[in-house]
């Protein structure tokens, strides 16, 4: 069979259109209505009249079978994917026929209202449109598979702007089911950063004036008294991840303290920093 051509909707070789979607979902409630109706099966009586039999009866079953070009089912899922970057998965298809398939990758329509499907550039302008997307210029957007073959396309993109679950609805346009949706699924997801003092979370941390010693140091004659040796107050700050994502503390800086002496600045200093991944 010869890959779909012309100039007409999703079916035809043309940009995928609202009415293209709409034609595919009467034909998922026809399939639906016709299995919950007479079953996965059909069955029929065959009436021979031969010389030796007169009106011999043979009962004949064949069961009722959609081809699928999606071996791995009709949805992708993609990793746990960090906010604000983008992970990639390709579609893998499958053509069970005894002839080529032309198989197609193709995003959402546009709204009724007007314009056209949006499809990005470049990956840098597709993180700034949507979640997911099929980059124009993917190298593998269409192909023929061979008889009983395996091929893969894209790549899909999932580029979540929040943390959060996301799905969307691909299609697939080939010459074996016409037009097939695909669902995409991803999850975005983030690390939240939470600094905990006794078990309390806190924006702050607070040390009281009982740092400095003044309450049994002597007196100088009439004169006030003379201030004692410094009495460091130590406090013990535990960093939580509480986000879906870990986070890896490279290094613990006091702002502003210079670069010889990172850890150290105007009294205050932090030692004894454990750095590991949170998960």
């Known amino acids: 069979q010869a890959?779909?051509?012309g100039r007409g909707g999703g079916e035809d070789g043309g940009p995928l259109l609202?009415?293209?979607?709409?034609?595919?979902?009467e034909r998922e409630a026809a399939w639906r209505e016709l299995v919950e109706r007479r079953?996965?099966?059909i069955e029929a009586v065959v009436t021979l009249q031969t010389d030796m039999a007169v009106s011999h009866a043979?009962?004949?079953?064949?069961?009722?079978v959609r081809p699928?070009?999606?071996?791995?089912?009709?949805?992708?899922?993609?990793?746990?994917?960090?906010?604000?970057s983008a992970s990639l998965e390709a579609v893998q298809f499958h053509n069970p026929s005894d002839h080529p398939v032309f198989v197609q990758l193709l995003p959402p329509p546009a709204p009724a209202q007007g314009g056209a499907p949006h499809e990005c550039a470049s990956a840098r302008e597709c993180l700034g449109s949507s979640v997911f997307l099929v980059p124009d210029r993917s190298i593998d957007k269409a192909a023929v598979v061979p008889p009983h073959s395996r091929a893969s396309l894209?790549?899909?993109?999932?580029?979540?702007k929040y943390p959060g679950k996301a799905t969307a609805t691909l299609y697939i346009r080939n010459n074996l089911t016409v037009l097939q949706p695909l669902t995409v699924v991803g999850v975005g997801g983030t690390g939240e950063i939470e600094f905990l003092v006794q078990g309390k979370p806190v924006t702050t941390v607070h040390f009281d004036e009982s740092a400095f010693n003044h309450g049994n140091a002597p007196m100088v004659g009439d004169g006030p008294p003379r201030l004692g040796p410094l009495i460091p107050l130590l406090h013990r700050v535990t960093v939580s991840n509480t986000g879906s994502l870990s986070v890896s503390v490279h290094s613990?800086?006091?702002a502003g303290a210079p670069a010889s002496s990172p850890n150290a600045w105007r009294g205050f200093a932090v030692s004894n920093a454990e750095l590991h991944a949170l998960g």
């Open 68 to 84: 699928q070009v999606l071996p791995l089912g009709d949805a992708v899922t993609f990793p746990l994917t960090q906010a604000g």
């Open 3 to 5: 890959p779909p051509g």
């Open 58 to 64: 043979v009962r004949v079953r064949a069961s009722l």
């Open 18 to 25: 609202p009415r293209d979607v709409q034609r595919l979902w």
């Open 39 to 41: 079953g996965d099966s």
């Open 154 to 160: 894209g790549p899909v993109l999932f580029a979540p």
């Open 252 to 254: 613990v800086r006091l």
